[in-house]
């Protein structure tokens, strides 16, 4: 069990890093990796909302969609609206009991709910036929590889601001071959976890 | 006139994929043969479609307050139509496709023009918009997968169009391959932007 979920986060924070290599999750990977402060800011919060919608997804999905034969038709209106309301809540949560928290990534939580890696666990878990356990090792898996890209991204575009690109390649396009340039790196951990 | 208008507006000048650089998830993950890529393209043209008419035609009736969960709930039933109506016609589609036909709903062009156009305009100009945002993105994952095909194994729509002695090109079918073509496309058209522009200047 312990070297399943040791797999189960190491496989979704290296070896199918979630933004480089499962590509969910692109807009912020663009959007908000201008600075490393702000990117680490969104990968917290995203890690935070991933987590919990693991637990709220393993427990809708197996003890009300499941149990009623809801699933094919209503799992993704039912997912999404857990998603977002949760996140409503999160902030409401985070404002009330820490406003130093808050203020450092309360802003970056509305922008979690339309953030496709959040779906994506979700709809992964009942996939895979995770139980509880598994499912908090993907969601904390898959917010820690989140907020790991976004990191590496931020540190190379601080630097890329002073390098001479051409002009045609400023802005997204010299950011994807970079980002292409990364996922060819994060490549070299293929084996390093048997998938199953 | 100004349908039209509306309608190259998504194709070009607002491409989702190459100018706006939106909702790309889907670009890069499904773009591995030129076949994933129109599948994916219609699938989205559909959900966007649908919703726009849909929210155009009840943007008196919503509150402005709960726009947004409405207009997810209106984007979410479409995706679910689209789900279940390739998980039975094309099931081995479906399979690659993957989680990328039910995370449709979480797929920023959507919500964006529900936000910016559709619940601000008539039913046939959301209707010309969003066919022409969905056929933007499909021409553009459409190009996106020829050319990973192409180089990665070879063949285009399944058929071998290279020499003989062609070695694939095996990274451009692998995720980083997914994202230096987006670079280099994304590059070029504004590239031929440019151009244009000052052309245009010139005269």
Redesign the interface.
């Known amino acids: 069990m312990a070297k399943e979920l040791f797999f189960i986060i190491v496989g979704s924070i290296f070896v199918n890093n979630f933004v480089?290599?499962?590509?969910?999750?692109?807009?912020p990977f663009?959007g908000v990796s201008s600075k490393t402060e702000t990117a680490v800011g969104m990968g917290m919060a995203t890690t935070f909302v991933l987590t919990m919608t693991a637990v709220a997804a393993y427990f809708l999905q197996n003890y009300i969609l499941a149990p009623f034969g809801l699933e094919?038709?209503?799992?993704?209106?039912s997912f999404?609206?857990v998603i977002?309301s949760l996140v409503q809540l999160v902030e409401m949560v985070i404002l009330k009991i820490s406003p130093t928290l808050y203020n450092a990534f309360g802003i970056f939580l509305p922008l979690v709910?339309?953030?496709?890696i959040?779906?994506?666990v979700a709809?992964?878990i009942p996939?895979n036929n995770y139980n509880l356990i598994k499912s908090i090792a993907l969601g904390l898996g898959a917010g820690i590889g989140f907020t790991l890209a976004l990191a590496l991204m931020s540190g190379i575009r601080e630097d890329l601001e002073f390098a001479d690109v051409?002009?045609?390649?400023?802005?997204?396009?010299?950011?994807?071959?970079t980002?292409?340039?990364l996922?060819?790196i994060f490549?070299g951990f293929t084996g390093l976890v048997p998938l199953g | 006139m100004q349908l039209f208008k509306d309608f190259i507006n998504g194709i070009w000048n607002e491409n989702p994929i190459f100018k706006m650089?939106?909702?790309?998830?889907?670009a890069?993950?499904v773009t591995t043969a030129a076949n994933n890529g129109i599948a994916m393209g219609l699938a989205l043209t559909f959900v966007l479609t649908c919703s726009s008419i849909l929210i155009s035609l009840l943007r008196n009736v919503i509150p402005a307050k709960v726009r947004i969960?409405c207009y997810?709930?209106v984007v979410?039933?479409f995706?679910?139509v689209v789900?279940?109506f390739m998980k039975a016609y094309f099931p081995s589609l479906y399979e690659v496709l993957g989680?990328f036909i039910?995370?449709i709903?979480?797929?920023?062009t959507v919500?964006a023009r529900a936000e910016s156009f559709a619940s601000k305009v008539g039913l046939a100009r959301a209707t010309a918009d969003a066919l022409g945002m969905g056929l933007g993105f499909t021409w553009a994952i459409t190009l996106i997968s020829m050319i990973r095909e192409l180089l990665g194994a070879g063949t285009l729509f399944g058929y071998r169009v290279m020499w003989d002695g062609f070695t694939p090109w095996v990274?451009a079918i692998?995720?980083?391959?997914?994202?230096?073509v987006?670079?280099?496309l994304?590059?070029?058209i504004?590239?031929i932007n440019?151009k244009t522009a000052k052309d245009t200047h010139s005269h």
């Open positions: 480089l290599s499962r590509f969910l999750g692109q807009c663009l094919p038709f209503l799992q993704i209106v999404i609206l977002a709910t339309t953030n496709c959040v779906m994506g709809l992964l996939m051409p002009e045609a390649l400023r802005g997204p396009a010299i950011v994807f071959i980002a292409g340039l996922s060819m490549m | 650089v939106i909702g790309i998830c889907s890069l993950a969960p997810i709930i979410a039933t995706t679910t789900d279940l989680i039910p995370l709903v979480v797929n920023c919500l990274s692998l995720p980083p391959g997914a994202f230096i987006m670079g280099i994304v590059g070029l504004n590239m440019r």
